[in-house]
């Protein structure tokens, strides 16, 4: 929604809400310990140097600015490359460095640009106390200089300062602590939306394993339970029917080589995340064929009603839903007959119900491994509920209830 009204010109820039360009790599603890400022101190001297000249040509009632001047301005200036190490000790230093220029009588310029800088710098990475101390130690020193002690310091003759000026100082002061406390406010807000990406980004990335770990399961646990069923058939019959065996085999073959186009679909997505898959995702149009492969595992399926026009997430849900019933009947369930009955007729919900006659084979007899889950998963995903147990009668009935309109709240995830 925020990135949309960028776009369409409303509300505040892109980085205002999540931070200029080079915010992340600035952020970063490492670099920003590593990796000294040096252009921007460069700069911020140069422009000390270079200004201090120019406003001295102005004041021809202070002093000179002699070696010691330029020593000072070099110091104020140079301390800046340690201020995202050591920020409180730059602040200080800076603010040291203008109250002996102050105080030596020196030309007013843009030595105060340093101790801004730093003090910013300090009041953003959280150090607040300290860099107002420093501001607030400048300008008492400014006032000690221009109304006490301005007759023992240079330059000689130099007349008390109007108390105007301290006005303009203290303005100067509160706009450096308001502009600092601005964006150090921005600064945190900036990590925390950061932070809040970073685990959307974690959750999505979950998320679509999850999804390519349930695709893969159905996938998989459907074709290899028709190949081993298969593979009994041709090994029972290689000797005494060599055509049905070599029937057996065929299926298997088919089987495999479908299996392995899935899986390359799958797997695809994550060699290219983003792009359209190459085909397109199974739906419930698929149903006879998924009939057909249970008929070659020997189960026969009767089909009742007709799907209704789905969306492709939910489609895809109630295909695999039923191919994994199928499966968990060719798997634990000692009947070969098995019932999909469709339902839409409340224009609302899609109902699956997937029936067999039993009896349960074996200790997981009902597919209670990760098939059930994964069923659960993409129902709950859509809005909808899967219900599954043992029958009175010892049969086993998986009933889907799905959304065939998909929620706010799932539309507001995707």
Same mark, same amino acid.
């Given at each position: 929604?925020?990135?949309?009204?960028?776009?369409?010109?409303?509300?505040?820039?892109?980085?205002?809400?999540?931070? &200029?360009?080079?915010?992340?790599?600035?952020?970063?603890?490492?670099?920003?310990?590593?990796?000294?400022?040096?252009?921007?101190?460069?700069?911020?001297?140069?422009?000390?140097?270079?200004?201090?000249?120019?406003?001295?040509? !102005?004041?021809?009632?202070?002093?000179?600015?002699?070696?010691?001047?330029?020593?000072?301005?070099?110091?104020?200036?140079? /301390?800046?490359?340690?201020?995202?190490?050591?920020? *409180?000790?730059?602040?200080?230093?800076?603010?040291?460095?203008?109250?002996?220029?102050? !105080?030596?009588?020196?030309?007013?310029?843009?030595? @105060?640009?340093?101790?801004?800088?730093?003090? @910013?710098?300090?009041?953003?990475?959280?150090?607040?106390?300290?860099?107002?101390?420093?501001?607030?130690?400048?300008? *008492?020193?400014?006032?000690?200089?221009?109304?006490?002690?301005?007759?023992?310091? &240079?330059?000689?003759?130099?007349?008390?300062?109007?108390?105007?000026?301290?006005?303009?100082?203290?303005?100067?002061?509160?706009?450096?602590?308001?502009?600092?406390?601005?964006?150090?406010?921005?600064?945190?807000?900036?990590?925390?939306?950061?932070?809040?990406?970073?685990?959307?980004?974690?959750?999505?990335?979950?998320?679509?394993?999850?999804?390519?770990?349930?695709? /893969?399961?159905?996938?998989?646990?459907?074709?290899?339970?028709?190949?081993? *069923?298969?593979?009994?058939?041709?090994?029972?019959?290689?000797?005494?029917?060599?055509?049905?065996?070599?029937?057996?085999?065929?299926?298997?073959?088919?089987?495999?080589?479908?299996?392995?186009?899935?899986?390359?679909?799958? /797997?695809?997505?994550?060699?290219?995340?983003?792009?359209?898959?190459?085909?397109?995702? &199974?739906?419930?149009?698929?149903? &006879?064929?998924?009939?057909?492969?249970?008929?070659?595992?020997?189960?026969?399926?009767?089909?009742?009603?007709?799907?209704?026009?789905?969306?492709?997430?939910?489609?895809?849900?109630?295909?695999?839903?039923?191919?994994?019933?199928?499966?968990?009947?060719?798997?634990?369930?000692?009947?070969?007959?098995?019932?999909?009955?469709?339902?839409?007729?409340? !224009?609302?919900?899609?109902?699956?119900?997937?029936?067999?006659? !039993?009896?349960?084979?074996?200790?997981?007899?009902?597919?209670?491994?990760?098939?059930?889950?994964?069923?659960?998963?993409?129902?709950?995903? /859509?809005?909808?509920?899967?219900?599954?147990?043992?029958?009175?009668?010892?049969? @086993?009935?998986?009933?889907?209830?799905?959304?065939?309109?998909?929620?706010?709240?799932?539309?507001?995830?995707?």
């Amino acid at each position: 929604m925020d990135e949309q009204q960028a776009r369409r010109g409303g509300g505040p820039p892109m980085w205002w809400r999540h931070g &200029p360009p080079w915010w992340n790599r600035w952020e970063d603890g490492e670099e920003r310990v590593q990796r000294r400022p040096w252009r921007s101190t460069l700069l911020i001297t140069f422009f000390v140097m270079a200004g201090s000249n120019y406003a001295a040509r !102005g004041q021809h009632d202070r002093e000179d600015l002699d070696p010691l001047a330029r020593v000072l301005l070099l110091v104020a200036g140079g /301390l800046l490359l340690w201020r995202k190490r050591h920020p *409180v000790a730059v602040a200080f230093g800076t603010t040291a460095a203008a109250m002996v220029y102050l !105080g030596a009588g020196y030309p007013y310029g843009p030595v @105060f640009l340093t101790v801004a800088v730093a003090c @910013f710098n300090a009041i953003v990475m959280g150090h607040r106390k300290a860099a107002w101390t420093a501001v607030g130690a400048l300008w *008492v020193a400014h006032v000690l200089v221009g109304h006490w002690l301005y007759e023992w310091l &240079p330059p000689s003759g130099d007349p008390a300062a109007p108390w105007g000026q301290e006005g303009v100082i203290a303005a100067w002061v509160a706009a450096i602590v308001a502009v600092s406390e601005l964006a150090r406010t921005r600064r945190e807000q900036w990590v925390k939306e950061r932070a809040e990406r970073a685990q959307a980004a974690r959750r999505r990335a979950g998320e679509e394993r999850l999804r390519i770990a349930r695709e /893969l399961h159905d996938v998989l646990a459907h074709s290899i339970s028709v190949i081993n *069923v298969q593979a009994g058939v041709g090994l029972a019959l290689l000797d005494t029917d060599p055509e049905q065996a070599r029937s057996a085999l065929t299926t298997i073959r088919a089987k495999s080589k479908e299996a392995l186009g899935e899986v390359r679909q799958v /797997l695809d997505t994550l060699r290219t995340p983003g792009d359209a898959p190459r085909a397109p995702a &199974p739906g419930l149009d698929r149903l &006879p064929e998924l009939v057909r492969q249970a008929a070659s595992a020997g189960l026969t399926v009767d089909v009742e009603g007709e799907p209704p026009r789905l969306a492709p997430g939910t489609d895809l849900a109630a295909f695999r839903i039923v191919q994994e019933a199928l499966t968990n009947v060719v798997r634990h369930s000692g009947s070969r007959h098995a019932r999909v009955h469709l339902d839409h007729g409340d !224009g609302a919900t899609l109902r699956l119900l997937i029936d067999d006659d !039993g009896p349960a084979t074996g200790a997981d007899a009902g597919g209670s491994g990760n098939g059930l889950a994964g069923m659960r998963e993409r129902a709950a995903a /859509l809005g909808g509920t899967i219900e599954a147990g043992a029958r009175d009668d010892g049969g @086993f009935r998986v009933l889907a209830v799905l959304p065939l309109k998909a929620s706010a709240e799932t539309k507001e995830d995707r």
